[in-house]
């Protein structure tokens, strides 16, 4: 560019200079005017003109040649720029195609890096799918050789459940081996017989006994299988604490396996249930709600329990229904029964019946069997809110008995009904006589450290409901007509459990029950106009506790060799209440796969305090110094148990 620049600039100057140097001109006018005679300065000017001319003329040829000389030059530069221009149009072609080939580099770059990407992806892929293979290969090595081992174990484990045409079977219960030392002996077995520690005028009071038993080892089977949506559930559990008539604690130990429980259960999605056999009785605290294998039984070793706990195992029917988690309430008819106490009574009157060897009763028990009227009605409810497990629950009994009025002692034979012609064995104006007994109770369980520390309260009372707590009260006594009077009850317990760790359990409990008076008297015949009172009923201050506190001589028996420990004077006793008070501790030694090992002990402080009696002469009219039997009694559990898996 620059050279077409310079060629350019110097053909303008060239040009320019030549276009100066060449005469103008002339006017026409200067063509038709006549020639002057040169003259001889003309000449010269011609002279000079022809000069001028030659070197014009050779400038122009130079200027000729300077310019063809330019032009091929100038030839030279257009097919310089033309081949440039190629060049550049090459370069262009070239351009573009290497932008195009670039372009497609780029693109298969692109999909290169995809396919690199992708690639990458894949072997990730590959690599987790290797890494998941190594694992499941790891964890299938590890199922194998468990299986092999499990398959090597099983001859010696076995399974916790057996199946068994579509019923699930599990066997449980444990093996015990347990102690029990008493400061006063009682002649009892591992259970306490908690209103039968003997007063200080049983020669028993002198003596201390020592215990050795494996008769509360227990064997249980679970039944579970589901008809439709209904769970149906069977439950047996036995022990040895029963006697049979021959039954002996000398070479064989052999006593007869009790059932404890025997029940069946239908429990439907709706929170219906229904259940029938020997089970725990309503008044029984539960763990949470109500159901069956789900009662919150005493810590203790004593398998009477202990003292204001309630409780009963007998025949039931219930019906309960389940609100969710928190509220269940229940409707059951139990097995009934009639616990008498006190005395003075005329024999005028029966409840029970003598057990019949041929009716598969013990003929040999001397309280007999009730001629019961109806069941037992119970109706309970259970609250489980966040804190606590709360129950209500509703006892209604009925007692009956038969009475003979024409059938009374010599004593009230002035109080005779009229036509009995002063026979005492006559069954005129027999009747059949009717009492209605029932109270309620309640049970809060506070867990005041979750998990760790439990507080718990029991209460119960009523008319007539003894038999429903531990130390076995009177339900009736009788009037002085035969008729029966339910005894007004009451029991509480107070009960401490921590929990310090899942190997330790520590318990502290303490209870009582209280049986009110209910004495009455009638006037003695044997005196003119208004007699003596005569005292009947259950604890009252008439009767006769004299003899309490003194030891009697040993008397003769057909069931020991040579004597019997005896006791001296009369010692009427009625109790007026129980207390313990109880201390112990568990311990788990192994828990696993293979059951479970503990041992506990467990220490009991018991009282029995009776009603006071002044032994009032109903022949005399006077009465003696008034006394209050009691009786106590520190006693020692030890227990060691192997509880199957």
Known sequence: MKKIAALTLS???????????????????????????????????????????????????????????????????????????????????????????AAEASTKATEAVNTTAEVKSAAATLNTTVADLKTSNEVLKTTVATEQADAKKAPEEGPATIRYKGINITPGGFLAAETTYRTHATGFDINTQLTGIPYPNSALSRISENIFSARQS??????????????????????????????????????????????????????????????????????????????????????????????????????????????????????????FGGRGSNNNFFFNTPGGGGGLNNFVDTTGYTANKAPDFLVKATLDPKFGHYEVVGILSQFRDRVYPCGAQPLIVANLPAGCAGSFTSVSGAFNDSRVGGGVGATARLPVVAKKVDLVAHFQGGDGIGRYSSAQLSDVTARPDGTLAPIRSAAWLGMLELHPSPKFDVYAYGGGEYAARTAYTFPNPAVAGNGNPVPVGYGSPLFNNSGCTTEGFPTTATNSSPTAPGSAGTCTGDVHNVMEGTLGFWHNMYTGSKGRLRWGIQYSYLTKVGWSGNAFNITTGVAGVSQRPKAVDNMVWTSFRYYLP
């Open 218 to 339: 227990r064997l249980s089977l679970l039944l579970e299988s589901n008809v439709g949506s209904a769970k149906v559930t069977g439950y047996v559990e036995t022990d040895f604490l029963g006697t049979g008539v021959t039954s002996n604690n000398r070479q064989s130990n052999s006593y007869v396996l009790r059932y404890r429980q025997f029940w069946g259960r239908v429990a439907f999605e709706n929170g219906l249930s229904v259940a029938a056999g020997q089970m725990w009785s309503l008044v029984t605290e539960s763990k949470k709600g109500i159901e069956n294998r789900q009662e919150n039984l005493p810590l203790i070793i004593d398998p009477q329990y202990i003292v204001g706990w309630a409780w009963q195992r007998a025949y039931g029917f219930r019906v309960a229904k389940s609100f969710g988690d928190k509220f269940a309430i229940a409707a059951a008819i139990e097995g009934p029964q009639t616990t």
């Open 11 to 101: 053909l303008f100057l060239t040009y320019g200079t030549a276009f100066a140097d060449t005469p103008k001109d002339t006017p026409k006018d200067a063509d038709a005017q006549p020639a002057k005679p040169a003259t001889p300065a003309k000449a010269k000017a011609a002279k000079k003109a022809d000069k001028s001319d030659s070197a014009i003329a050779a400038e122009i040829e130079e200027l000729r040649q300077t310019l063809q000389a330019q032009q091929e030059q100038l030839s030279l530069l257009k097919e310089e720029l033309a081949k440039r221009d190629r060049q550049i149009d090459e370069a262009r072609d070239a351009a573009a195609a290497a932008n195009a080939r």
